[in-house]
């Protein structure tokens, strides 16, 4: 079978880097030629590695994003660790196809759409930092909702989660914006978790131990 693809990619890049990841990426750089200067090679070559870590940890690389109907794509690049129906809280007034994602430091940490829709509302959740692959990460963490009006009036949420090592989730988005499917909303830095709340009556197309890549890789099926 033949899938409809479209590339998100604008033009050529050699190696497309997040917009947040530049200061990280310039301070260390700076801080290893000013070592290097004072003589302080092994130091110095201590931040460029640094430097070249924190560049791959920002990477934003171009994705083929599926176009048939009915199709919704992940959000996150990582490790499928929860599928289940589950009510997410003050969020929705009924259970949802729940799919948790585990994204390591190794992983890209740019958001994306499910799929095609209006922004309806955006919440933020002050909380605490705990490791991103425990249950109690879902409820206890610092973590931020974005709500998604989809076709027939449907309603999807992405839950940004902070982790252990991430202090900072970035949302790019506000209430009214229109985003397509795969169109980057934000990132998390350093490790974190993303839950996406799905339609109930969705077709998960994955399942628990899954690796998945955000806005090419299918989760589910709208039925």
Do not use: W
Not at 62 to 70: F, T
Request: glycine share 8%.
């Amino acid at each position: 079978m033949i899938h409809s693809c479209r590339s998100t990619a604008p033009g050529q890049r050699g190696f497309p880097i997040a917009r947040e990841g530049y200061p990280f990426i310039l301070g260390s750089a700076l801080v290893a030629v000013i070592v290097a200067v004072l003589g302080l090679y092994t130091l110095a070559l201590f931040f460029l590695a640094v430097t070249s870590f924190v560049s791959f940890f920002f990477r934003d690389p171009e994705r083929v994003v599926p176009e048939q109907p009915g199709v919704l794509v992940s959000p996150a690049d990582g490790k499928v660790i929860e599928v289940r129906l589950s009510r997410p809280d003050d969020l929705a007034d009924e259970k949802m196809l729940k799919i948790s994602i585990f994204m390591s430091v190794f992983n890209v940490h740019v958001n994306r759409m499910p799929e095609r829709g209006r922004i309806t509302n955006v919440t933020y959740y002050p909380g605490k930092f705990f490791s991103a692959n425990l249950d109690k990460a879902s409820k206890n963490n610092e973590r931020n909702a974005v709500s998604l009006e989809i076709s027939g009036g449907r309603k999807l949420l992405v839950v940004q989660i902070a982790g252990l090592i991430a202090r900072r989730i970035v949302c790019r988005v506000r209430e009214g914006d229109h985003l397509g499917r795969g169109e980057r909303f934000g990132l998390i830095r350093f490790g974190s978790r993303l839950e996406v709340y799905l339609p109930q009556e969705t077709v998960p197309a994955v399942s628990i131990g899954d690796k998945v890549l955000a806005g090419s890789s299918v989760l589910g099926h709208l039925s």
